[in-house]
């Protein structure tokens, strides 16, 4: 079985920059995730679907950060304009189960923004 | 809100001894609660999970956890560790049941020495 898979691996860019990140899931898993994580920090949640639908997206900077997961499978998380604090890992993950069973967690994007 | 304390920011061990690594959440109602591993160059991968029941939880690779209630704790245990378990290790807690929405401590990083 696949696993999640991110890509870029890596990206490094100046501040005011955009950049895109892409996740396939798990095929079958209708809830996918992406978190941030700052170094020597736990994953924070950003928003979340399930299928094409945000179900949560509170912790997502509106202003410059976007996600979208238009058919329901990959997904993409956009930061429109980066800042030096969004120097993270931007983690993605997935599961099937609605019982919060498991999450299926990706390698991640390391972001550097200079 | 919910949220995670992982005291230790680092622990070293010997091959062949005994783990603790502490864990300690706040949150108001029932807490579902998750130790996850992130190995070197891989994704985070589910440890084990508490929802309710036996408060002592097994895991993969001989891990278990305890859920003590009163002392809002869930600590990892392994009764003899291995070179290999060098990682870092995240617990987690859920505001509840059918979402993923996990809040996690910063992590312990756990080394051992051959």
């Known amino acids: 079985e696949a696993g999640v898979t991110q890509s870029p691996r890596y990206a490094v860019l100046q501040e005011g920059q955009a950049v895109s990140f892409w996740c396939d899931p798990i095929?079958?898993?209708?809830?996918l995730y992406w978190y941030q994580q700052p170094r020597d920090q736990g994953p924070q949640l950003l928003v979340y679907?399930?299928?094409?639908?945000?179900?949560?997206n509170s912790q997502l900077p509106s202003d410059r950060f976007s996600a979208v997961r238009p058919k329901g499978t990959n997904s993409t998380l956009k930061i429109q304009s980066a800042k030096q604090g969004d120097t993270a890992t931007y983690l993605c993950?997935?599961?099937?189960?609605?019982?919060?069973?498991?999450?299926?967690f990706g390698h991640g994007t390391k972001l550097s923004v200079l | 809100a919910q949220s995670v304390t992982q005291p230790d920011a680092r622990v070293t061990v010997s091959e062949g001894a005994s783990l603790q690594l502490r864990c300690k959440y706040s949150?108001?109602?029932?807490?579902?609660l998750f130790w996850y591993v992130q190995y070197p160059r891989q994704g985070l991968q589910l440890l084990l999970k508490?929802?309710?029941?036996?408060?002592v939880v097994q895991g993969v690779n001989g891990f278990e956890a305890e859920f003590i209630k009163s002392n809002s704790s869930f600590h990892l245990r392994k009764a003899s560790v291995h070179w290999s378990d060098s990682a870092v290790y995240f617990c987690?807690?859920?505001?509840?049941?059918?979402?993923?929405?996990?809040?996690f401590g910063h992590g312990t990083i756990l080394r051992v020495h051959p």
């Open positions: 095929s079958g898993h209708d809830t």
């Open positions: 949150y108001s109602g029932t807490p579902y």
């Open positions: 508490y929802y309710s029941g036996d408060p």
């Open positions: 993950a997935s599961s099937w189960d609605r019982s919060n069973e498991r999450l299926f």
């Open positions: 987690a807690v859920s505001a509840g049941a059918n979402t993923g929405k996990l809040t």
């Open positions: 679907f399930r299928d094409e639908a945000v179900i949560d």
